[in-house]
């Protein structure tokens, strides 16, 4: 097994987590089969109990692990099925360490993070790396490794000398370090300055690591003076140094690393040469030319409680972007704070309702993503109400399909009581109720998680003909909350119907509203397992509605053939053509925001 670890230094948010995809996909295209592990150095056992506020949003995996977003940018770019065991926490190691020391395995030892610690972490590395999660058999050629935090933080300095002994013991050709800097320039000076990622370079080798490859992030491109400086004083080849600059979307940073031969550094350093071929690109090439050359917007409003933080909803986005690049179509998000649309916000702050509504008003298409909490709920709701009115494409996803249920139960039946138990544990009408076996005195991973089957009820359903006229699919969830089986009857003879359920028939998965262009709501999370090159169909069928192109991918939907066939079609009507074979720059710098996040435009969709 060969080794990439990726660690990061000077600031955080620099994109380790982008560098460390970009480089597996490179190195896949080189004929490598590749893996991935994250390390969080915080002592959560997992990302489950985390605020969205506080780490971005919670990636739910196959097997219900709940773990950190880079989990999900390996999966997207690497089309991967990882496991809970490929996201390493502080918490995690410690926790198994404890669990021995309790079992009496050490045999009376003083227990101490060196050696047992930082072996705990070697042998979960070398364990979790041989687990193949790409479909075939025997493990991947290649592991890389991402380290989070930057170099010097003290949670993070049982892993450093777990990798540097980690190194040593898997030997020379077997381990390659990617170090991610930042490399500023100074708006007084002008210049590229090379000082910070000296002083991280120097802190890493005195801590027992000495990088192999400099992956710099700047706002341009790196001059020649300053990687002859960098070189001579990291003591790295000129080679081995490569620009992250700023770029229009992060599909360009695979396609920066091969330009920059970044792969041949790489393998050179694993000793791989004489099994790898050059990198095949060009679908991934022309991915990236495609979405530059987009120019007919469709705006979905994006309506939840967390949209002062874009991460919080990443995956999301994702699918969202995959989707509009599918239909031809420059995505626009209007994040819209599901308070703003209350009655209470027109009191106390009538300008930000004012532009709430405007927002919802303007959008093509309402999406009302997953959460907890009571916060927003009304918002969400009034949402939903005005999508069904209006006709406007719509799409709830779990508590968002929870909230639709809510609506057309007070607007249509006029339940005017009906409610969630979440949000009103003693409602007279509990249209929406706490599962049975959940949890309310444990938080972590005691929710329905992770890959669940759902089977259709109705072929003709939109939601069927998305999927392709499948029996079933398989889906993520993370859900303590389910619709009250007693009252379906109710609703279906109302007029909604319940398209999709699990393998007892009691648990509502999908709901439709026929007469509507299309109003669907799921319970599960479908924008985890969307793809670049397989949009998920849910996410395709409410853009493909907003922009009027459902007709066109309905009686043509058979799978991951939709997204090729909506491309094949605009290709042929000349929508968004590539311009003498050179995509057509929209947007000129792409990045580096305070966060340093691959921004692609200006209405929040990055990374």
């Known amino acids: ?45 997992d990302a489950g109990t985390m605020s969205p506020f506080e780490h971005g949003e919670v990636f739910v995996l196959d097997d219900g692990g709940e773990v950190d977003l880079d989990l999900g940018n390996y999966e997207r770019f690497l089309d991967l099925k990882l496991t809970r065991d490929n996201n390493i926490t502080t918490g995690k190691i410690y926790q198994s360490v404890i669990n021995k020391e309790r079992k009496g395995d050490y045999l009376g030892k003083t227990v101490q993070v060196v050696p047992h610690i930082t072996d705990a972490i070697q042998e979960w590395i070398e364990r979790v790396a041989m687990i193949p999660v790409d479909g075939l058999e025997g493990p991947a050629d290649v592991c890389v490794i991402e380290l989070g935090g930057t170099i010097g933080d003290i949670e993070s300095m049982p892993f450093i000398e777990a990798l540097g002994q980690f190194s040593y013991r898997v030997g020379p050709g077997n381990f390659c370090l990617v170090h991610v800097s930042l490399v500023p320039v100074l708006s007084v000076v002008g210049e590229q300055k090379t000082k910070p990622t000296q002083h991280s370079v120097r802190g890493l080798r005195g801590l ?25 004083f990291c003591h790295v080849p000129v080679a081995n140094i490569v620009t992250l600059h700023d770029v229009s979307n992060i599909w360009h940073i695979p396609l920066l690393l091969r330009d920059q031969k970044a792969h041949v550094a790489i393998l050179k350093t694993l000793d791989l040469q004489s099994v790898a071929r050059e990198p095949m690109l060009e679908e991934w090439t022309e991915r990236a030319q495609i979405f530059d050359t987009l120019q007919n917007p469709v705006r979905i409003a994006m309506v939840g409680k967390y949209t002062g933080l874009s991460d919080s909803y990443l995956s999301v986005l994702k699918a969202l972007l995959h989707a509009s690049v599918a239909c031809r179509r420059k995505l626009v998000v209007d994040w819209v704070a599901s308070t703003d649309l209350e009655e209470t916000t027109a009191i106390e702050a009538s300008e930000a309702y004012e532009k709430a509504w405007g927002l919802l008003r303007g959008a093509h298409g309402v999406l009302v993503p997953g959460g907890f909490g009571d916060r927003g709920v ?19 996803i779990c508590l968002g399909m929870q909230i639709a249920v809510i609506e057309f139960a007070r607007s249509v039946m006029n339940l005017t009581e009906a409610n969630s138990t979440e949000f009103e544990p003693d409602t007279k009408t509990p249209c929406v109720i706490f599962m049975p076996e959940g949890s309310k005195t444990h938080m972590g991973a005691t929710m329905r998680l992770g890959s669940r089957r759902t089977y259709f009820t109705k072929a003709d359903c939109k939601s069927a003909k998305l999927y392709g006229n499948v029996n079933h699919v398989d889906e993520r969830h993370r859900h303590r909350y389910e619709v009250n089986p007693d009252m379906v009857s109710q609703f279906e003879r109302a007029g909604l119907q319940f398209v999709g359920r699990d393998e007892t028939g ?57 997204a090729n066939h909506i491309t094949r079609q605009h290709s042929a009507n000349g929508c ?26 200006g209405n929040g969709v990055h990374n």
């Open 378 to 396: 009304q918002g969400k709701i009034l949402a939903a109400k005005y999508a069904r009115e209006n006709n406007v494409p719509y799409l709830g």
């Open 208 to 232: 027992g690591l000495t990088p192999n490859i400099l992956a710099c992030r700047s706002a341009k491109v790196l001059d020649d003076n300053v990687k002859q400086k960098l070189s001579q």
């Open 576 to 601: 968004a053509p590539l311009q003498n074979g050179h995509a057509k720059k929209i947007i000129s710098n792409g990045v580096a925001n305070g966060n340093g996040k691959y921004l692609m435009n």
């Open 1 to 45: 097994m060969k080794y990439v670890l990726v660690t990061g230094g000077v600031v955080s948010g620099l994109g380790k987590g982008v560098t460390a995809s970009s480089i597996g996909v490179v190195l896949k295209a080189c004929g490598l089969r590749v893996t991935s592990i994250k390390i969080d150095p915080y002592l959560n056992t």
């Open 506 to 562: 009691k648990r509502m998965e999908i709901i439709e509203l026929p007469s509507h262009p299309f109003f669907v709501g799921v319970q599960f999370h479908p924008e985890f397992k969307s793809r670049p090159a397989k949009p998920s169909v849910l996410f395709l069928g409410l853009v493909a509605a907003a922009s009027k192109q459902l007709d066109t991918v309905l009686p043509n939907a058979n799978g991951n053939h939709v």
